[in-house]
């Protein structure tokens, strides 16, 4: 079975420029998390999706960054425009439950660095 | 105040010792506690859940003090391949929110 996908698994890009980073859900699925992950400040939850609904975006850092959820099988996290300090990984993780207790399945992540 | 916290470490063991890792968790309502593994340069993964009576998983052994508000990860026989970073996960009651802590990191050296 294919677990959580993520794409690009790395992003190199400039200042100012806009980046959209995918995710598609493990299948049956209900609920969706974005993370992101620094040295600095660890793993951080940016926003999470209950149903392909947003249930808690505290933890967007900003109004350059925005979450979508269209479907049940598709992620979008955007950052428009980036600045070297968006620099990390980003995690999209899924687990089968909204009530929470379950397990979360992550993706493999992607490396985001910005000139 | 972080609502998870966790000595970074690295925790240095040679092959065969007993490490045990604490953390600490500040809000008394948490409801589910969790251990996950990330490898270098890999996504996090469940290690184990954390109940209540304590739990072991062959040679982890994870328990829970409510009252203290800590949770404990215990790795015995420690092999070179349990080297990673451990992190340890809270959800507060009725939320579908995970709090991770910055991890522990534990090399086990031959």
């Known amino acids: 079975d294919a677990g959580v996908i993520q794409s690009p698994r790395h992003e190199v890009t400039e200042m100012g420029q806009e980046v959209t980073l995918r995710c598609k859900p493990i299948?049956?699925?209900?609920?969706l998390f974005w993370y992101r992950q620094t040295m600095m400040r660890g793993l951080e939850l940016l926003i999470y999706?209950?149903?392909?609904?947003?249930?808690?975006d505290s933890g967007m850092p900003e109004d350059r960054f925005s979450a979508k959820m269209p479907n049940a099988s598709f992620s979008t996290l955007k950052i428009q425009p980036s600045e070297p300090r968006d620099s990390a990984v980003y995690f999209c993780?899924?687990?089968?439950?909204?009530?929470?207790?379950?397990?979360?399945?992550f993706g493999p992540g992607t490396r985001l660095t910005v000139l | 105040r972080k609502e998870v916290e966790q000595d970074p470490g690295p925790f240095n063991v040679p092959e065969g010792a007993t490490v045990a890792f604490n953390c600490t968790y500040s809000n008394s309502a948490s409801q589910s506690f969790f251990w996950y593994r990330q490898d270098c340069r890999k996504e996090p993964k469940l290690l184990m859940s954390v109940y209540s009576s304590g739990n072991e998983d062959g040679r982890f052994t994870a328990q829970l003090n409510r009252a203290s508000q800590y949770i404990s990860l215990l790795i015995r026989d420690s092999k070179l391949s349990d080297s990673a970073t451990y992190l340890c996960?809270?959800?507060?009651?009725?939320?579908?929110?995970?709090?991770f802590g910055s991890g522990t990191k534990l090399n086990v050296k031959p």
């Open positions: 999706f209950n149903n392909n609904v947003p249930i808690d």
């Open positions: 996960v809270v959800r507060p009651y009725n939320f579908n929110k995970f709090y």
């Open positions: 299948s049956g699925h209900n609920s």
């Open positions: 993780a899924s687990s089968p439950g909204t009530s929470g207790g379950n397990e979360q399945f």
